[in-house]
C-alpha cells in the first residue's frame, strides 16, 4: 500500500469523465459497469446496473463506490478489472448467501472478533446504530466483527445478546491493541514539518486513532504530552499523526491539511478529509473546506490559538 494516493485521473484532464466517479473516463466507467455485470452473471445472478449501485430481482443492492476507487488505485491498471472485479463480486455474494456469523460462532469468538471502527458520515445510517459514539462532527465511533472475507458493522440489535456496550467496547479496544502495525513511514520537510504515518492493508488501520498511545509506543515514537497530537484519518488504511511539542506543528498541520484531503479522494473506506486535534481521546477539527468548497483552510479555536501562542513564545518566535 502507497504512502500517497496516485494521481486522480491516469487518461488526462481533456477527456470526457463518468458523471458518477470523476476518476474514470466515461468509456472506463462503461466498460467498469459491464464488468460487473458480466462477473454476476458468472454466478448466475442478473442484475440492473446502475451509476453506483446494482440491484438484483430481490431487491438487494450492492454498491460500486469501494470496487470502482479500488481499481482505480491498483496500479496495474484496465487490464488487472477483471481479476479484480470477479473477486470482489464473488467475495460479496458469498458473504451475503452465507448464514451470518452472529447465528453459527459462539459468543466468546464473536466477542474475540470484535474492533473499533472510526466512520466518517457518508455512506453511514445513525438510525441502525443508537449506540454510535460521536468522535467529532461527521466522525462516529461504532463496533465491528472481524470475519474472514468482511467486516460486518454491528447494529444495535446486533449487539444486544452479546454484552453490555461498555464491556463491548473494552473488548473491541483491546483487540485493537493487540493489532500489529504493518507499515510505517515518516514524512519530513522544512521548519520543522514532520509527521507519521501508520499504514496496512487492516480495515482498522485508521481506526487505530482510538488507541493512539499504544501505537506510538509501538513504533518507538515521540511520547504524548498534555498537549497532544494532530491526527488525520483519510480513509481506512492510514492514520497520520504529530505528537505536539514545539512550533514544527504549524509546518506539519498544513502538510497534513493537504495529505488528508488527498489522501481522502477517491479512495475506498473514506473517512475524513480533515485533521484534528487529538487530545487526551478527544477529537477537535482543525481544518476545513473554503466556502466555496473549492480549497481547504485551516480554522482553530481560542483553544489551539492558545497552545501556538506558547509554543512560538517558548521557541522564541517563529518564522516560516
Given amino acids: 500500500m502507497g504512502l500517497f494516493r496516485r494521481g486522480p485521473k491516469r487518461d488526462g484532464l481533456d477527456v470526457p469523465r463518468d458523471p458518477e466517479f470523476s476518476f474514470f473516463s466515461v468509456d472506463e466507467g462503461a466498460r467498469f459497469r459491464g464488468q460487473v455485470r458480466e462477473a454476476f452473471a458468472e454466478h448466475g445472478l442478473e442484475v440492473t446496473v446502475f451509476a453506483d449501485v446494482v440491484t438484483d430481482s430481490d431487491g438487494r443492492q450492492f454498491g460500486l463506490g469501494n ?28 458473504t451475503m448467501n452465507a448464514p451470518s456469523a452472529l447465528d453459527t460462532l459462539p459468543t466468546e469468538q464473536i466477542r474475540a ?6 466512520v466518517g458520515h457518508e455512506g453511514f445510517d445513525p438510525q441502525n446504530f443508537g449506540y454510535a459514539r ?11 466483527l472481524d470475519l474472514p472475507e468482511s467486516v460486518m458493522m454491528l447494529t444495535d ?20 491493541r493487540g493489532l500489529p502495525v504493518e507499515g510505517h513511514e515518516t514524512v519530513k520537510g522544512e521548519g520543522g514539518m514532520c509527521f507519521e504515518v501508520v499504514l496496512g492493508d487492516s480495515f482498522y ?25 494532530l491526527v488525520a484519518m483519510p480513509f481506512r488504511h492510514q492514520l497520520a499523526f504529530h505528537a505536539i511539542h ?20 477517491d479512495t475506498p473506506g473514506a473517512i475524513s478529509p480533515y485533521v484534528y486535534w487529538w487530545r487526551d481521546g478527544t477529537l477537535t477539527q482543525l481544518s476545513d473546506r473554503d466556502e466555496d468548497g473549492d480549497g481547504l483552510r ?21 518564522e516560516d
Fill in 67 to 94: 470496487l470502482a476507487a479500488v481499481l482505480h488505485n491498483d496500479d496495474r491498471g484496465p487490464r488487472a478489472w477483471s481479476e479484480l472485479v470477479r473477486r470482489h463480486v464473488g467475495m460479496v455474494l458469498r
Fill in 113 to 118: 472478533q470484535l474492533y473499533p471502527r472510526v
Fill in 134 to 144: 460521536p468522535l467529532a462532527p461527521g466522525l462516529f465511533e461504532i463496533i465491528a
Fill in 157 to 176: 440489535e446486533a449487539l444486544e445478546p452479546l454484552g453490555d456496550l461498555p464491556y463491548l467496547r473494552e473488548q473491541a479496544l483491546y483487540n485493537l
Fill in 205 to 229: 488501520t485508521a481506526s487505530r486513532v482510538l488507541a493512539l498511545e499504544s501505537v506510538i509506543r509501538q513504533i518507538g515514537g515521540e511520547q504524548l504530552t498534555a498537549d497532544g497530537a
Fill in 246 to 265: 514545539d512550533t514544527g506543528v504549524i509546518p506539519t498541520l498544513s502538510a497534513m491539511t493537504s495529505f488528508a484531503a488527498s489522501g481522502f479522494a
Fill in 298 to 318: 485551516i480554522v482553530v479555536g481560542e483553544d489551539f490559538q492558545e497552545l501556538l501562542e506558547r509554543l512560538v513564545a517558548e521557541d522564541g518566535g517563529y
